[in-house]
């Protein structure tokens, strides 16, 4: 008993340490970019899109070195070359060179997302452990990890804290990396590779072989829409705390002004809670309705920041949209994660993962990233003075960026309950304890 609840433990501080590094910085790039750099809607989105260029390839090919070598290894490297990539952006100031930069940081990082996934699974399984059952009260930990990020870049960077560029978040997020790196080299379990099967093929060799899951008509269409949710996933991430700091709609000196990043925070707090209630809805409802609900939800999320404004009633739209993000965003990435564990062979789980990666955080991400950029570029930045709303300042258009955002969330939550075909089995997941 002793010995699991220290293997739990070493988890959930790898699971906290993972999603530390990016809440640090990711939530405020937009501020950074727009206040701080005056770059235009065009060049952020060209610049937020790193993650989903990074997640084109990289996560499927660190899958594969994962699923022949030593898992944890692979994943310690990956997060100490990210550490060191990170401390050379504050840098940098024009757009393109910290493109490239922040590009090579996140062909170090967005593999570990899906390694941690993996990794977790198997350790879990290795002790006879439901990963459905067990992880998600471990990943939890993730979610704590991003808010302390969060409330601590806060900290830094406002003026009631310490006032320091938001640059600093690199940094933060370099030193919580290298810390993450020793504790995989030292204490987390070592993944060993599987055995050497004589005569493979090059696609096994490869580990390309999971790329094969889209020869079934389900896991095809399952793939289909994690990129096209994947358009919507980081959406309010690049531009949530850049809305709540615009001091045009919120003030300087207001409680949403002035809070903006730990008021965002609650999204991950409420994150929090719905990942301990996943193994709940997946047994009682099964894949297909958790991830329309994901869905419907993201149309809820958008539309409420479209409605609100710097009043009470505004505030409170602003807060139930953050509680909103947390159904949204656990019920299509965590619950995604275990459908591909309990759909796949376990000797490609690792490159599925990297596949599941690839489809949402890779061509979905670049898409949505880079035509939202060119949407805001185009019609929501007149004079290149972003307005949130089509017109000026003076006289708004009642359609803003959020309306446009939450339209196509809704139509792709309408093809997803037409198309997607899936026959629940409740017995499939077992006993649910925390």
């Known amino acids: 008993m002793e010995a699991n609840k220290k293997l739990k433990l070493k988890l959930i501080v790898m699971n906290f340490l993972q999603f530390f590094v990016w809440g640090s910085w990711m939530i405020t790039l937009a501020h950074y970019g727009y206040s701080e750099k005056h770059w235009n809607g065009g060049e952020f989105g060209l610049v937020f899109s790193t993650m989903g260029f ?17 898992a944890n290894y692979v994943y310690a490297i990956l997060h100490l070359l990210f550490g060191i990539t990170m401390c050379f952006l504050p840098l940098i100031d024009a757009p393109m060179p910290f493109f490239w930069v922040l590009l090579i940081a996140m062909c170090f990082y967005m593999p570990t997302i899906g390694l941690d996934n993996s990794i977790g699974f198997e350790i879990l399984k290795k002790e006879g452990k439901d990963p459905t059952k067990y992880f998600p009260p471990i990943r939890v930990w993730g979610t704590v990890g991003f808010i302390v990020a969060m409330w601590l870049t806060n900290l ?4 009631w804290g310490f006032g320091q560029s938001i640059n600093i978040s690199f940094i933060i997020a370099a030193i ?35 790329f094969s899951l889209f020869k079934q008509k389900k896991m095809a269409i399952f793939f289909i829409f994690s990129l096209l949710l994947g ?16 001091e045009n709609i919120f ?4 409680i949403i002004n002035d809070l903006s990043t730990i008021i965002l925070s609650i999204s991950q707090i409420s994150e929090a809670i719905f990942i301990l209630a996943i193994p709940f809805f997946m047994k009682k409802f099964g894949i297909k309705k958790v ?3 994901s869905m419907l939800a993201w149309v809820l999320r958008f539309g409420l920041l479209g409605l609100s404004d710097n009043s009470g009633l505004g505030f409170g739209l602003i807060v139930l949209s953050c509680i909103i993000y947390g159904m949204a965003f656990d019920f299509f990435n965590i619950s995604g994660a275990l459908f591909v564990e309990k759909n796949t062979d376990s000797k490609i789980r690792s490159s599925a993962q990297g596949v599941f990666m690839l489809m949402t955080n890779g061509i979905g991400a670049v898409c949505g990233n880079l035509i939202a950029g060119q ?3 185009i019609w929501f930045e007149p004079n290149g003075i972003r307005t949130w709303n089509i017109g000026s300042f003076e006289h708004p258009v009642f359609l803003n960026i959020w309306f446009v955002f939450a339209a196509y969330a809704l139509i792709v939550a309408i093809l997803f309950a037409i198309i997607f075909r899936y026959k629940h089995n409740p017995n499939e997941i077992s006993e649910i304890k925390h």
């Open 54 to 70: 990074a997640s084109l390839i990289m996560p499927t090919l660190f899958g594969v070195l994962a699923d022949k070598w030593k």
């Open 156 to 159: 830094f960077t406002k003026d």
């Open 176 to 210: 919580g990396a290298i810390c993450l790196s020793l504790f995989s080299f030292i204490f987390l379990p070592t993944i060993n590779k599987e055995k050497v099967v004589k005569n493979e093929s090059w696609i096994d060799k490869l580990g390309l072989r999971a």
């Open 231 to 246: 358009g919507a996933l980081q959406l309010t991430n690049a531009y949530g705390d850049v809305f709540l700091a615009d």
């Open 251 to 254: 003030p300087i000196g207001g």
């Open 291 to 293: 991830m329309l609900l």
């Open 375 to 377: 949407v805001i570029r």
